[in-house]
């Protein structure tokens, strides 16, 4: 009996499962993460929170702009007052979804705040939002224009939260 047919069987479907895209590697099929500098990130026009205990709403869109890559997680989101950087937790109970995004696809998220009152000890008072995506540590910086974000109570994490990230266009 000759065993050569099934060694060769099983080598060559184990090299076939190895080249399959997962989503997940830097085949060049589009698996590798999705970076700052590869893509766009933009803010959207905001639902401002208007006064204290109100809660508002920022959009954050990315458009890649170059080799396919993959969103795998929640974006990584941190309101910085001038020394005192705090990170925004994901919403809770939420679920990420992986979403490969070819050259000129979308994506969006979005960060939802409660406004705080000014100088009450408990706020950040946020200057800039730093954004990076899942698997990469490479940081945009935005202006925060929408007030101080209010704490929550007992914790030294901001009442903020950011949402999983969706397919935007068609």
Same mark, same amino acid.
């Given at each position: 009996m000759r065993a050569i047919p099934l060694t060769v069987t099983v080598l060559a479907t184990a090299l076939a *499962?190895?080249?399959?895209?997962?989503?997940g590697g830097t085949n060049g099929k589009g698996g590798s993460a999705c970076a700052v500098g590869g893509v766009s990130v933009q803010i959207g026009s905001? !639902?401002?929170a208007p006064a204290a205990?109100?809660?508002?709403e920022v959009p954050v !869109?990315?458009?890649n702009q170059s080799a396919p890559?993959? *969103?795998d997680d929640f974006a990584g989101v941190a309101l910085d007052a001038g020394g005192t950087r705090v990170a925004v937790p994901a919403l809770k109970d939420a679920k990420a979804?992986? *979403?490969? *995004?070819?050259k000129g696809d979308s994506a969006s998220f979005t960060i939802s705040y409660v406004r705080g009152a000014a100088g009450d000890g408990t706020s950040v008072a946020a200057k800039t939002v730093e954004i990076s995506l899942p698997g990469s540590k490479d940081v945009k910086s935005f202006p925060w224009t929408y007030g101080p974000v209010a704490g929550k109570a007992g914790q030294d994490t901001p009442d903020a939260s950011v949402g999983a990230f969706q397919q935007s266009g068609d």
């Open positions: *499962l190895t080249a399959c895209d997962d989503g905001a !639902s401002v205990g109100d809660t508002g !869109s990315i458009t890559c993959t *969103l979804q992986k *979403l490969k *995004l070819a």
